[in-house]
């Protein structure tokens, strides 16, 4: 491989804030942030979602509208009716 050409591996903080879970991976991201976890002080990065709270995962089921699409669209524009 030629030096000075690939970005720095090193290990990462990743927090998924739903589940408040850390994992520590190696990666190439760049953070701002820093945080110490378990003594160590690692690059921070958050995350909306991973294995710990994805519902795939979880095997948890999330509840979704009943409605259809054409049921909620009457429902939110049924005061726009016009008149012949």
Partial sequence: MRPNIHPAYRE???HDTNADAYFIIGSTLN?????????????????????????????????????????????RFSRFKRSQ
Wanted: aromatic share 14%; hydrophobic share 25%.
């Fill in 12 to 14: 990462v903080l990743f």
């Fill in 31 to 75: 953070s701002q942030q820093t945080r110490t976890y378990q003594g160590k002080e690692y690059p921070y990065i958050t995350l909306d979602i991973s294995s710990a709270s994805h519902p795939f995962y979880t095997g948890e089921q999330r509840q979704t509208s009943n409605e259809g699409r054409v049921a909620n669209f009457n429902k």
